[in-house]
């Protein structure tokens, strides 16, 4: 969201459903009772739950994927049951630490005014279904509990999703799956966290201070386990660099191909999910080569039928070294089929069509074309035209034909953009450029 301007009509109108939606609620909980006489107490347990609310807002967990998460909503489901009878002191829980983290951050105004109405309607949403259930019994309490938490979760997706769906023009459930099926066990975690939050609450205000701890402890630990997953994605690439550099001709080639495997996968509305196991399959394709002896990897010659033998061996090691990471499971898999052919006829297990994973296609497409266009001990590079014409020539049998198609045409809008500015850097530099 760069401007209000610039943003398509789907986008303005699902934002101004969630401006009223914000507008409504916030003068449902708190503007109408104010006007009927209603006082509103500014109290320590008040300012106590904005501070903490706040403090979380400002120190999210981002996910390399895209997604970020916040402790925040453990304060916020705290407030919807401490003023369970009086939503508007939840609203403005959610009003004044969205507002300041907002503005600490600079936000534009139609961005600030989206961030504050989104919070401020899922609590009253949430606790006026509360409410409705009411309390008075065990039954109703659990009843009414629950469907708070689900209302809250709802109201604290739904919304967004829509919005980000009306900007990237994808369905609504194909972008809802793909943001929250990777965090719904921590964000549920955190709403049941907030409950938790709650009941040291009504032992004692002053005991939940102590309750601070251990939401820095979940924060931390969901921060732990990402950079861990990050770590080893790192560790592996850096490996990969080092086989990478023993070849001056192929340096910058396993960069070069993760960068054109994300933007086929971006250009083809994949989640943020299989973006970035593209893009890691892209840095990682060929780990496998640090089993390959150098006489036959820099053979300046063409390799022998024993030779190439060895050298396709290269799929089978990096799976097998990836398979035994937890979170790239799924990209072993591309890289064990980086060098498969749609029609069947490419290494090492010969599947092609509907059984080809589309990430390998992807990475499979990136590969061959940074190869054509880099210099290599036995050939020059190809120039630009020819390589998009091997491409194009190779669609349906060699390649994926929507993924080839999608990748042939990035390279002409590259063409072009650096036609009408020469200072256009699109990829990173590659060795033939
Ligand atoms: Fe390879
Ligand atoms: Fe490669």
Not at 164 to 190: C, K, M
Not at 295 to 302: R, V
Not at 417 to 423: G, L
Request: aromatic share 10%; net charge neutral; hydrophobic share 50%.
């Amino acid at each position: 969201m760069s401007g209000y301007r610039a943003l398509n009509p789907r986008a303005k109108r699902v934002l101004a459903i969630i401006w009223l939606a914000g507008g409504v609620a916030t003068l449902y909980s708190l503007v109408w009772p104010l006007l009927g006489g209603h006082r509103l107490s500014v109290t320590f347990a008040l300012l106590l739950l904005i501070i903490c609310t706040t403090v979380a807002d400002l120190f999210p967990v981002t996910f390399e994927q895209g997604y970020e998460i916040t402790v925040s909503n453990v304060f916020l489901i705290g407030a919807i049951m401490i003023y369970r009878d009086d939503p508007g002191q939840a609203a403005i829980v959610a009003i004044v630490s969205t507002l300041v983290w907002q503005l600490v951050n600079r936000r534009a105004w139609f961005k600030v005014l989206t961030n504050v109405a989104l919070p401020t309607t899922a609590v009253v949403a949430s606790s006026t279904v509360l409410n409705l259930v009411g309390w008075r019994d065990p039954a109703h309490l659990v009843i009414g509990t629950a469907l708070m938490l689900l209302v809250y979760f709802l109201a604290d997706t739904v919304p967004l999703t829509l919005l980000l769906a009306s900007l990237d023009g994808r369905p609504f459930q194909v972008a809802y799956v793909s943001n929250y099926a990777g965090v719904v066990l921590e964000l549920v975690g955190i709403e049941f966290f907030g409950l938790i939050f709650y009941i040291v609450w009504a032992e004692s205000p002053w005991l939940s201070v102590l309750f601070v701890v251990p939401t820095v402890i979940l924060r931390q630990a969901y921060f732990q386990v990402e950079r861990l997953r990050n770590d080893s994605v790192r560790a592996l690439a850096a490996i990969s660099d080092v086989i990478e550099n023993r070849d001056e001709m192929t340096h910058h080639h396993t960069q070069s191909v993760s960068t054109y495997a994300r933007r086929v996968a971006e250009r083809l509305r994949l989640s943020p999910d299989e973006i970035w196991q593209v893009t890691v399959a892209g840095q990682l394709h060929d780990l496998g080569k640090i089993a390959v002896r150098d006489d036959i990897l820099f053979k300046p010659g063409a390799l022998t039928d024993a030779e190439m033998e060895l050298m396709r061996k290269h799929c089978h090691v990096g799976y097998d070294i990836l398979r035994h990471f937890s979170n790239l499971e799924k990209v072993a898999r591309l890289v064990r089929a980086h060098h498969e052919r749609y029609d069947g006829r490419g290494y090492p297990d010969g599947i092609g069509g509907t059984q080809l994973p589309i990430g390998a296609a992807i990475v499979a497409v990136a590969d061959a074309f940074d190869a054509m266009r880099s210099d290599r001990p036995y050939r020059k590079a190809m120039p630009m035209g020819r390589a998009l014409d091997t491409l194009k020539k190779g669609l349906g049998t060699q390649w994926h034909p929507v993924v080839g198609a999608t990748f042939v045409q990035l390279m002409l809008e590259d063409i072009d953009a650096q036609r009408s500015d020469p200072e256009t850097v699109i990829n990173p530099p590659n060795v033939a450029a």
